[in-house]
């Protein structure tokens, strides 16, 4: 076994998490690997509703958008 280590932790957050740990009798390395395998499955999750839900604006109204950002940016002073 090596050890490693996790910087920025405070006191408070590291204590939580033993205490989670040892509420499911499990090994701190064990309950990270879940955690992290959870992170990654919600992120997914979250990712595929943003990517293939349904549109917020019409193509129209983004093509407005567009229309008037590309207005904007030509406007003196604008930083580009």
């Known amino acids: ?3 490693k280590t996790i910087k920025g932790i ?9 205490s989670i740990a040892a509420k499911n009798k499990t090994k701190m390395g064990a ?8 992170y990654k ?3 997914e999750e979250s ?3 943003i990517l293939n839900g349904k549109k917020m604006l ?4 983004a093509d ?3 229309k008037i950002i590309e207005k904007t940016r030509k ?6």
């Not at 405070?10 to 033993?18: D, G, Y």
């Open 41 to 43: 499955k919600k992120s």
């Open 47 to 49: 990712w595929k509703k």
């Open 31 to 38: 309950l990270f690997e879940k955690m992290l395998e959870e």
């Open 75 to 80: 406007e003196y002073g604008f930083r580009t």
């Open 64 to 66: 407005d958008i567009l």
């Open 10 to 18: 405070n006191e408070e957050s590291w204590a939580e998490f033993k």
């Open 58 to 61: 019409t193509d129209k109204e």
């Open 1 to 3: 076994m090596t050890l």
